[in-house]
């Protein structure tokens, strides 16, 4: 099993930063990619960014120039850094992690979901 610890999220003005964090730990082997993810309300769940773990990183055209994605390997924990934050950005945020059990078993793992709402 894999637990994902997301924080970070929260409500903040247009214009606005907050970082996300994912933490991942369990019986991991090795991870592979780690990403974020967003759904807003009556819409479908939608990719913002992921990075390998070779640092390559791929972002939503919405986000470009504005999120910027990053990892530390030896904690496992995967960073989205959101400036000039716009209502539109205003969804759950859930944590996605690729990842290799100690058995071999290839996992993709969901967080729980944490709230970013870009509000004034």
């Known amino acids: 099993q894999v637990q994902l610890v997301e924080s970070g999220g929260g409500l903040v003005q247009p214009g606005g930063s907050l970082r996300l964090s994912c933490a991942a730990s369990g019986s991991i082997f090795s991870i592979y990619t780690m990403g974020w993810y967003r759904q807003a309300p009556g819409k479908q769940r939608e990719l913002v960014a992921t990075?390998?773990?070779?640092?390559?990183?791929t972002y939503a055209d919405s986000v470009k120039g504005r999120f910027t994605i990053s990892r530390d390997g030896a904690k496992n924990t995967a960073y989205l850094q959101m400036n000039s934050l716009k209502p539109e950005d205003t969804a759950v945020y859930y944590c996605?992690?690729?990842?290799?059990?100690?058995?071999?078993?290839?996992?993709?793992?969901w967080g729980q979901g944490t709230q970013v709402t870009v509000s004034s």
């Open positions: 990075i390998t773990s070779g640092g390559n990183s």
């Open positions: 996605n992690v690729h990842d290799e059990s100690l058995t071999g078993n290839y996992r993709v793992n």
